[in-house]
């Protein structure tokens, strides 16, 4: 494997969202034929061609027009750790489109999906648009003709794995996972690369997210795993990480000076040198990045003000303010001197879609994990929300 940073490079903050995810499988041959015949359908909705291929051609302005004259409204169930994670691109949203009620509600995407699972058993949708982490789910709602089929402007500028060919679904933003450390704890022996996160000298320092209660966090230590072997997960358990739900958690003890390294976390490259907290990836060294996948469901109440979220979302200004500087097009520079993150092949771009998709997998290595770590223990970090938050 090979990165474009040294190991010296190894840097910059962070700390941040994550999102969870488990969801069941399961695809139909007639429900493959009411998609296709769904995609022809949405591909002649308003501001798109019935050609294949088409994007849309409304600009933002008139897109919130027609969202406005629609009702005015939008729900979004999002993927993240807290319920305050995603106050930043409400507020964002909301100036620059002040007539649409947005209610975004964060949870674990695995807790997510199957709320949107039972709501359609029960003709009890809420959401307009799904934005997780369990990308299976997004491929087996397509195959269920469960989304709208539709392509912002700038779909073909989206780097080919983070936009669905017909339309169905596309990433809207880059999230990466990886370890982070307290520049004052570390002391300026700071580790170098995952591999030393089990040196003696950081017993009992390291706050690590359960890697068995988030897929995400599951597929990093199973990349561990296959670098260094079961004896380093061993030596891992015992120093005596405190686990904690939610990806955010080894941020906070970083943050809040109660450890000095954190495990499972997102963060970003890009922090100034002064940050206090920085975000490591070493160079031939696992680490994960993915596309975060956001779709309209073909049963939204206010479809039109889900087409203006994604239009919104995609844009070059949206994408050039990425808080960690990757985005998912390709025709924006990287901030921070970064290269597009699918250039770096430690980040495991193609392998997350596919670990997704093997849930009989998945649930070996958390029953795996589990032996080695500890049945997951508290309440889950959002809250507990029931079947139809946001409605």
């Given amino acids: 494997m090979a990165s474009s940073f040294s ?7 962070g700390a941040g969202a994550a999102l969870g995810g488990l969801a069941a499988t ?13 995609s022809r359908t949405a591909d002649r909705s308003p501001g798109t061609s019935a050609q294949a291929g088409a994007e849309e051609t409304r600009s933002l302005d008139e897109l919130y027009r027609d969202a406005v004259a629609e009702g005015g409204r939008l729900v979004i169930y999002a993927g993240g750790d807290t319920a305050t994670q995603q106050d930043f691109t409400v507020q964002a949203f909301r100036a620059r489109f002040p007539d649409i009620d947005l209610t975004m509600v964060v949870d674990y995407s695995k807790y997510h999906d199957v709320r949107v699972d039972n709501q359609l058993a029960t003709g009890t949708l809420v959401p307009d648009v799904v934005q997780l982490q369990t990308l299976q789910d997004f491929t087996r709602w397509k195959s269920q003709g469960r989304l ?5 402007a700038g779909f073909s500028k989206l780097y080919k794995d983070f936009r669905d060919p017909q339309g169905a679904w596309t990433a809207v933003q880059v999230i990466a996972f990886s370890y982070m450390y307290g520049v ?7 580790p170098k690369s995952p591999r030393e996160l089990v040196d003696p000298r950081w017993k009992d320092a390291i706050a690590s997210s359960y890697p068995h209660d988030d897929d995400a966090v599951l597929y990093l230590f199973s990349l561990y795993q296959e670098a260094y072997g079961w004896d380093w997960i061993a030596e891992f358990a015992a120093q005596q990480p405190q686990f904690n739900r939610g990806s955010h958690t080894p941020g906070v003890a970083v943050n809040a000076k109660r450890k000095a390294i954190g495990v499972g976390g997102s963060g970003t490259l890009t922090a100034p040198p ?9 160079d ?9 996948r956001a779709a309209i469901l073909r049963k939204a109440a206010n479809p039109t003000a889900g087409k203006l979220y994604l239009n919104w979302a995609l844009s070059t200004e949206r994408q050039q303010g990425s808080f960690n500087g990757w985005s998912v097009r390709t025709d924006v520079t990287p901030a921070g001197g970064l290269k597009p993150v699918w250039t770096y092949r430690n980040a495991h771009l193609d392998g997350f879609p596919r670990f997704m998709e093997d849930r009989a997998q998945v649930e070996r290595w958390k029953q795996t994990f589990a032996l080695y770590f500890g049945e997951v223990k508290g309440d889950p970090t959002p809250g507990v929300l029931g079947l139809h938050p946001g409605r």
């Fill in 284 to 292: 031939g060294h696992p680490f994960i990045a993915w596309g975060q």
């Fill in 7 to 13: 190991r010296r490079r190894i840097l910059t903050t």
């Fill in 274 to 282: 002064t940050a206090a907290t920085r975000f490591a990836v070493a």
């Fill in 148 to 152: 709208l089929h539709y392509r912002p």
């Fill in 26 to 38: 399961g695809t139909a041959h007639a429900a493959a034929t009411a998609s296709a015949s769904n």
């Fill in 184 to 190: 004052d704890a570390v002391a300026g022996n700071a």
